[in-house]
Structures are given as C-alpha cells and as structure tokens.
C-alpha cells in the first residue's frame, strides 16, 4: 500500500503543531523534551516525503532523516541528564524551578 505524500505532510504537520503546543503549554522539562522529539521526527517525515517526492537515486532525504535522529539521541541524553541533576538540586522537573538556578 503505498501513501500519498500529502497525507504524510498533513500528518507531518498535525505532529509538529501537537509539539508546538506541548512546548508552549507545559511546565513539566520532561514533557518539554517529549514534545520537542514530535517536532524532529515530524520534520523526519518531512524530509522522508519530500525525499520520495523527488523520487530518483537522491539518497539526501533519508540522510538528513538519519542526522536528525542523531541528534535527537543525543538531545535526548543530554536533556535527560539535565533533567536528573535538575530534579537532584531543586526535587522537581517543573520548568519554574529553572528560574531560581540562576546566579
């Protein structure tokens, strides 16, 4: 079965706009990361789309694809890390208490 391109872009955009609105939203740093991964692998699927658009030999979608979960791995541990001291120093992962750790 093979999907048109446009539903790919719709749904990429549907989980963009969902990791938008979690950034935006939320005071947890957990959920804060959480959405900023819907927001890679939606630009994932959009790079996937426009690779299969093209069509042809051009291998640069999905490499751009595999870069960015690369980065998203590393995002990810980097993140977490920052998550765990955070929690350690002030007992919370709410984004308010990084106010405070200034100084």
Known sequence: MNVPNEHMLYLAAALFAIGVLGFVVRRNVIVVLMSIELMLNAANLTFLAG?????????????????????????????????????????????????????
């Not at 751009?64 to 995002?75: G, R």
């Open 51 to 103: 690779a299969r658009a093209h069509g042809g030999p051009d291998v640069s979608g999905p490499v751009f694809a595999l870069f960015v979960i690369v980065i998203a791995a590393v995002e990810a541990a980097v993140g977490l890390a920052l998550v765990i001291a955070l929690f350690r120093l002030k007992r919370t992962v709410e984004s308010d208490a990084l106010v405070e750790m200034k100084g």
